[in-house]
């Protein structure tokens, strides 16, 4: 075919521009020049032009311009111009482009041209971009073309079908019988099309499957052809005859014979046959090799059978071939639930795979090592896979830590190992680990209470090594704190003795608080940790007392509350502070996690050991015991709340001259006293004060307490308030509207105010009353509510 | 099925690119970034696999340009070693010992060829003498300039 000249020649002027810029220079004019030509109503270079089109298309320039000239060009009489317009559309149109419907109608007539080729250019075009609406126009076509002679034409139309039948499920009925007739072809295109056509069509409809499964015996004929026929130069690859097709027919049988005893029985023969005949040296045989056993493990085959196809995979482990080896593991992966046992038999060879210096085969290596662990052989898979997660790239840490830790909680033959095991993967890969560890490994801490002193000395010392790793030094913070004393008693008796002293201790929680490498959670763990040590060292109690006190002015809000809370367990309630931080008990296990979201998640494959087990954050206790204590005690001066404001009232109604002192005092914001009241209307007899309690977040109660300061009564007292919009305003009742002389009795009113938006609070308050027989009528503004706890 | 093909050179050019499945011009870009950043990365001798997302990646160098496809769960990789091998024998057939220079300045033909062994992202015919056949054929349809009359095709 000649080739085309004014193509090659834009594409050696792009490929000669020294730089992006002239590139794109170049381009610009070319495509200009492109445009104006399609612009032009017929001329004899169309087909070149939507060719250099298309190139810039490739190179990722905009082409959309094109879309009508494909059109356009699809629609010539000329050949020529019909390839190069649906390879047009293909390139540019696509389902979602409206042009895309425009070309149906050319489609359409060119499946019924005379010319083969023609034919063949529409099909392609529609297996390839052809939406649902324009598959469910021209299904009926298709089916035509199915039953056509011309072989050509029929695999063709095979996989056009097939297309189709992704695109628009319910259409899988029209082609079922013309698929079932295809099956007796000769010509290895059409079967080929015909055995993909039947394997969608299965895939998509339970009762198509059952009707097809009478095929069977057809399908093993046909492979049984393939695999004993000589020599046939037309579809020879490598010795092999046709491994396209037969790849595909074993996934046919595959499916057909899931689940089905009488189908699976009569392709036991076969596949004996293709396992023990294919030749394996090259890669053409090993998939079809590889397919065998696919379908072998995936139907109701005889455990001979069964044997033997495990045995192929334990053969291809073996392989020089990295590809081949890949390929075993993934297979193997998706067996090892069932037939456990017989990968066991090949755990060496997987652990090898470990080493490898390919990243896939490393990764696949590192699934079915995890899922090969096993009581029996716990102690030397571990060993490989804690080498392994030192030297494993970095995608793969989390993986690794993540399935050691499984595997660990289930098959640990003993506590210490356990723990030790934890230790050394904190170590190794502290950072990947999951969050749920650090209280998971202190829950697991708590429970070996034989081996306290001994993990705290381990814990220590991997502290004074490495405070980078910031679970190892949370849990490590958290023992210290708990264990201080077995640590300072310096005798254990599975560690040589080293002897640690209480100062060593501090300076070491110190650092950790004070690195810049530590989180804030950990800061937290160490400075609850320095707390907890109050009482269990003899010594440096002053020390400790003055690190949480400087931490009483931290910046970081949640230090600087701890702080502040320690300091008052210092303070007012040391009597309380050995109960407050004695040892913790137990903890209990939780199945379901409460605090961290990983929960049923952690069940990637049912193989995989069990998921990870939650447990609960161990600092809370000793906090929020602490806040529980200052709450009760809040609590008690909330009682004492109201006769202080009552206080503070008649206060301002014997003297209405010291204004500014009681507007001072009754901004008093010392805890003991928890209601400021402010005076708000004092005018005409009338003193109003107003008090604030805060309910929660976004609410709070207003309580308004007026008094009549003069000699004579006051009545028809009302109240009315209003507040900024977004606030909400509810007025409960007033105790009454009658002031009696010399403020004797007062009158309450209750408003409750909810802020969601958390404006600045503003109120008007409007008093009307009438005292000696005149009416009063006030409106007092209160620019900012007082501070309310 | 295949889901695509694209073929790129070292230096991240693309030569070829195959859609099997409807995607907007971002996601396609996106797939060849993705593509060409994984497998330009992989040291020689490595495996041919790789897993993306959902989809198996199969590649394989020949001279300076990369044959790279994605598959679905079902696939057979090993198959879709020998379907890039196929291609690539086809290519060598019609161009006579192809370079990646014939596949820049006669794209068209390249695609067309595809045309011929793959569609829908399926294996469209096995036996390579078929496929050589049929696009000869086609070009000499091409050839013939006269637009009524068509070259008449035995049945087979």
């Given amino acids: 075919m000649s080739p085309s000249v004014p193509l090659q020649e834009m594409i050696r002027a792009i490929r000669s521009a020294r730089t992006q810029c002239e590139e794109r220079g170049v381009i610009q004019r070319e495509c200009a020049a492109i445009r104006a030509q399609f612009r032009q109503a017929d001329n004899e270079g169309r087909s070149h032009n939507l060719a250099k089109l298309l190139y810039v298309h490739m190179l990722g320039y905009p082409a959309h311009f094109g879309q009508m000239e494909c059109v356009r060009m699809i629609a010539s009489p000329r050949y020529s111009e019909k390839r ?58 298709i089916d035509k073309l199915l039953r056509s002679s011309n072989s050509y034409i029929k695999k063709k139309a095979a996989l056009c079908a097939v297309h189709i039948v992704r695109k628009v499920n319910e259409l899988g009925e029209l082609f079922a019988p013309a698929a079932r007739s295809l099956l007796s072809e000769k010509n290895h295109g059409v079967l080929h099309g015909a055995v993909v056509l039947i394997t969608e069509l299965c895939e998509r409809s339970p009762e198509t499957l059952e009707r097809f499964r009478k095929s069977v015996p057809e399908l093993v004929h046909i492979m049984k052809g393939l695999v004993l026929s000589g020599y046939s130069p037309e579809h020879d690859v490598a010795g092999i005859s046709d491994p396209f097709l037969q790849v595909r027919i074993l996934r046919l049988l595959r499916i057909l014979g899931h689940n089905n005893e009488v189908a699976s029985d009569a392709m036991n023969d076969l596949l004996a046959q293709v396992a023990t005949n294919t030749d394996s040296t090259k890669t053409a045989g090993n998939a079809v090799l590889y397919e065998t056993v696919l379908t072998v493990l995936d139907i109701k085959s005889e455990s001979g059978l069964r044997v033997l196809a495990v045995n192929i995979l334990g053969r291809f482990l073996l392989n020089n071939d990295r590809n081949i080896r890949y390929i075993a593991m993934t297979s193997l992966q998706k067996i090892v639930g069932t037939d456990h046992i017989a990968v066991q038999r090949h755990r060496g060879t997987i652990v090898d795979c470990l080493k490898d210096p390919d990243a896939s085969v490393k990764r696949r290596a590192l699934e079915l090592s995890l899922a090969l662990v096993s009581a029996s052989n716990i102690r030397s898979m571990m060993k490989e896979l804690l080498n392994f997660l030192s030297t494993c790239p970095l995608e793969l840490r989390a993986q690794a830590a993540s399935g050691i830790f499984a595997a660990a909680e289930r098959y640990s033959p003993s506590q210490r190992w356990h723990i030790d095991t934890i230790l050394h993967v904190l170590t190794t890969a502290g950072g990947d680990v999951r969050d749920e560890t650090v209280p998971n490994l202190i829950q697991l801490i708590t429970t070996a209470s034989e081996l306290h002193c001994y993990t705290v000395h381990k814990l220590y010392r991997a502290l004074l090594q490495d405070i980078s790793q910031q679970p190892l030094v949370q849990v490590a913070c958290w023992c210290i704190g708990e264990y201080g004393d077995l640590l300072l ?3 254990c008796q599975e560690i040589e003795p080293v002897q640690v002293n209480e100062n060593d201790v501090l300076d070491a929680l110190e650092t950790v608080l004070q690195s810049h490498m530590s989180s804030p959670t950990t800061r937290g763990f160490a400075l609850t940790a320095t707390m907890k040590l109050s009482t269990r060292i003899t010594e440096n109690v002053d020390r400790i007392r003055s690190i949480v006190s400087i931490y009483g002015s931290c910046i970081d809000l949640e230090l600087q509350q701890r702080a502040v809370e320690y300091n008052a367990l210092f303070k007012k309630y040391d009597h309380m502070r050995a109960a407050v931080l004695e040892r913790m008990p137990i903890m209990e296990k939780n199945s379901t996690g409460q605090t961290n979201g990983e929960t049923t998640g952690e069940l990637v494959k049912e193989v995989q050991p069990v998921k990870v087990i939650q447990g609960q954050p161990p600092t809370q206790p000793p906090a929020s015991q602490v806040c529980d204590l200052l709450d009760l005690l809040g609590d008690s001066n909330d009682s004492g709340k109201p006769s202080s404001s009552s206080a503070q009232s008649s206060n301002n109604t014997s003297s209405p001259g010291g204004d500014l002192l009681d507007l001072l005092g009754g901004l008093d914001l010392m805890p003991p006293t928890p209601v400021p009241t402010i005076p708000v209307y004092e005018k005409n007899g009338v003193n109003l004060t107003l008090s604030c309690q805060k309910q929660s977040e976004t609410s709070l109660i207003v309580t308004l307490t007026a008094s009549n300061s003069t000699d004579a009564d006051i009545t028809t007292f009302t109240l009315q308030a209003a507040v900024p919009k977004s606030v909400q305003l509810l007025m409960k009742a007033p105790s009454g509207d009658h002031l009696p002389a010399c403020g004797t009795v007062k009158v309450t009113q209750v408003v409750v105010l909810n802020n969601p938006n958390k404006v600045n609070l503003k109120m008007r308050i409007r008093v009307s009353f009438t005292s000696q027989g005149v009416a009063f009528q006030d409106t007092v503004q209160v620019d900012s509510l007082p501070e309310c706890r | 099925m295949m889901r695509f093909l694209l073929l790129f050179s070292r230096q991240g050019k693309l030569r070829l690119q195959k859609w099997f499945t409807p995607l907007t011009d971002r996601e396609k870009k996106k797939v060849i970034r993705d593509m060409m950043m994984m497998v330009l990365a992989r ?56 370079c990646e220079l014939d596949i820049i300045f006669n794209f068209e033909k390249a695609y067309f060829i595809l045309d011929e062994f793959l569609m829908g992202g399926e294996i469209l015919e096995t036996s390579r003498m078929a496929v050589a056949g049929s696009l000869e054929e086609a070009d000499t349809l091409q050839e013939v300039k006269d637009q009524t009359v068509y070259y008449s095709v035995p049945q087979y």
């Fill in chain 1, 84 to 141: 190069v317009g649906y390879l047009g559309a293909m390139m540019l149109l696509d389902e979602k482009q409206d042009a895309s419907l425009l070309i149906t109608n050319s489609i359409k007539n060119d499946l019924s041209h005379s010319s083969q080729f023609v034919q063949s250019l529409a099909l392609c075009t529609l297996a390839c971009m052809g939406s649902a609406e324009m598959c469910r126009d021209l299904a009926p076509e």
């Fill in chain 2, 43 to 98: 040291p020689p001798r490595t495996c041919n696999f790789l897993q993306w997302r959902d989809l198996k990646i199969v590649y394989k160098r020949y001279a300076s340009l990369y044959f790279c496809t994605g598959l679905e769960d079902q696939d057979n990789e090993l198959l879709a070693l020998e379907v890039l091998h196929r291609y690539v024998e086809l290519l060598d057939k019609y161009f006579g010992n192809v």
């Fill in chain 1, 489 to 491: 008693k310096g005798d």
